[in-house]
């Protein structure tokens, strides 16, 4: 509407210079030129004043929306520190399960050494051999113990760099972790690694990536009951990345979950059995170091993989 009356009022100035032009010009024509001037200048000043404030507006709109995304960041930036959290708190609870597991044989062989020990000395059999092999069984027994301490302590201690390490170490590590737990659920873990296979990145991040994995392995293990269980890990490489394969003969994922599997609080467990936050955290582990996951249903069970660039 104000283009329209801007249009109207120039072409009414323009044909009051025209007749201007003319010898006989009245001055009734010049105080039209003037007054139509004045006009346009009035109209000028209204539609500068109505930018101005249409303007103030936008600025106004476009800060609260910066202040909502910043919420909005700031909000999903919690929700994912809490969820790592939750993970960590989660994968203790397990890794401190294990480490029960895991000192729980050692202690109980030194019990029983200590008895033998008081019952063969009074028995007249104990001599310096004999002390020699007590001693040298139960620093083996000792040494299992510290080195299980060591490796929940080295999984829990924040890195602050970022470093290059050997994939085979890194499982080898936490096979450690979970021997007993593997043992007494009768998983047979089979590593087709290359020795030449190393990464770049944070190596507690990645036995916290495993850690899930085969802690998910155990419990579909059992919720199925299934028999002769497997687990194969096994790496390759290609021009550009280093390929990480996990498979087990669990009994696959339902094709009603697998599509979104990596999403938080998703999960396959029994109601109170699963936080549904285990293979979203490993995700992102995968995606932080600049890699990917994926998984299928595989013969008789699920195969993630997990391709990282070298």
């Given at each position: 509407m104000q283009d329209d009356e801007s249009k109207k009022l120039i072409d009414e100035i323009n044909l009051l210079f025209k007749r201007a032009k003319i010898k006989e010009l009245h001055e009734s024509s010049c105080d039209k030129l003037y007054d139509k001037t004045q006009a346009l200048i009035e109209l000028y000043h209204d539609q500068k004043r109505k930018n101005a404030k249409l303007v103030k507006n936008h600025a106004f709109f476009l800060k609260q929306l910066d202040k909502r995304n910043v919420a909005q960041n700031a909000s999903l930036s919690k929700k994912d520190m809490m969820l790592r959290q939750q993970s960590k708190m989660a994968a203790m609870g397990e890794m401190m399960d294990a480490v029960a597991h895991q000192?729980?044989?050692?202690?109980?062989?030194?019990?029983?050494?200590?008895?033998?020990?008081?019952?063969?000395?009074?028995?007249?059999?104990?001599?310096?051999?004999?002390?020699?092999?007590?001693?040298?069984?139960?620093?083996?027994?000792?040494?299992?113990m510290i080195n299980t301490l060591n490796e929940f302590r080295t999984f829990f201690r924040p890195a602050k760099d970022s470093q290059d390490f050997s994939v085979k170490e890194c499982l080898e590590s936490v096979q450690v972790l979970m021997k007993d737990e593997l043992l007494k659920n009768t998983i047979h873990v089979t590593l087709d690694i290359q020795e030449?296979?190393?990464?770049?990145?944070?190596?507690?991040?990645?036995?916290?990536?495993?850690?899930?994995?085969?802690?998910?392995?155990?419990?579909?293990?059992?919720?199925?009951?299934?028999?002769?269980?497997m687990?194969?890990?096994?790496?390759?490489?290609?021009?550009?990345?280093?390929?990480?394969?996990?498979?087990?003969?669990?009994?696959?994922?339902?094709?009603?979950?697998?599509?979104?599997?990596?999403?938080?609080?998703?999960?396959?467990?029994?109601?109170?059995?699963?936080?549904?936050?285990?293979?979203?955290?490993?995700?992102?582990?995968?995606?932080k170091h600049s890699g990917t996951i994926s998984v299928k249903n595989h013969n008789d069970g699920a195969m993630f993989t997990i391709a990282l660039k070298l």
């Open positions: 000192w729980k044989q050692p202690l109980n062989s030194l019990s029983m050494m200590n008895d033998m020990l008081l019952d063969d000395f009074k028995n007249g059999i104990v001599d310096e051999a004999y002390i020699s092999e007590v001693t040298e069984l139960t620093h083996m027994q000792i040494e299992h030449d296979l190393i990464l770049h990145g944070q190596i507690n991040e990645f036995k916290h990536l495993f850690l899930n994995l085969i802690s998910n392995t155990i419990d579909a293990f059992n919720e199925r009951e299934t028999q002769n269980r687990i194969s890990i096994r790496t390759y490489k290609d021009d550009l990345h280093g390929i990480i394969e996990f498979e087990d003969n669990a009994g696959g994922i339902p094709q009603s979950v697998i599509s979104s599997i990596f999403k938080p609080n998703v999960t396959t467990k029994a109601e109170g059995k699963g936080t549904g936050i285990g293979l979203y955290m490993s995700s992102q582990i995968v995606q």
